[in-house]
């Protein structure tokens, strides 16, 4: 059973940084793409990172434009998680976190097949 936990989540004033983790169980991902999305209250969920594997032994990333230069995408094979470096929160950073995995090499963010329960951030002004 494939499995998907986010931790790291919490409180933090406007201007500080989180460290958000995704453990995966059940299988490993470091050849497929995984990433973060996240849902703030009374308002869709939406894409903020995507790791995926260059096909050797690199990676790349991609981020959605209101993140960019403040996050960082990660993984840890070794561990099989994947993390999610927040710098320079803002309080419209509040949200659900939620991270996804998919299941082919070339798999999109909109059809990633398996994901976590979520973690809250709640960024103060």
């Not at 995966?24 to 996240?38: D, I, K, L, V, Y």
């Not at 096909?55 to 959605?64: E, L, N, W």
């Not at 470096?85 to 998919?102: H, I, R």
Request: a positive charge; charged letters at 20%; one cysteine or more.
């Amino acid at each position: 059973q494939v499995q998907l936990v986010e931790s790291g989540g919490g409180l933090v004033q406007a201007g500080g940084s989180l460290r958000l983790s995704c453990a995966a169980s059940g299988r490993t991902f470091s050849r497929f793409p995984m990433g973060w999305f996240r849902q703030a209250p009374g308002k869709e969920r939406e894409f903020v990172a995507v790791h995926r594997w260059s096909g050797d032994i690199t990676y790349y990333a991609d981020y959605a434009d209101s993140v960019k230069g403040r996050f960082t995408v990660s993984r840890d094979n070794t561990k099989n998680t994947l993390y999610l470096q927040m710098k320079s929160l803002k309080p419209e950073d509040t949200a659900v976190y939620y991270c996804a995995a998919g299941t082919v090499i070339t798999s999109l963010p909109n059809e990633f097949d398996y994901w976590g329960q979520g973690t809250q951030v709640t960024v103060s002004s």
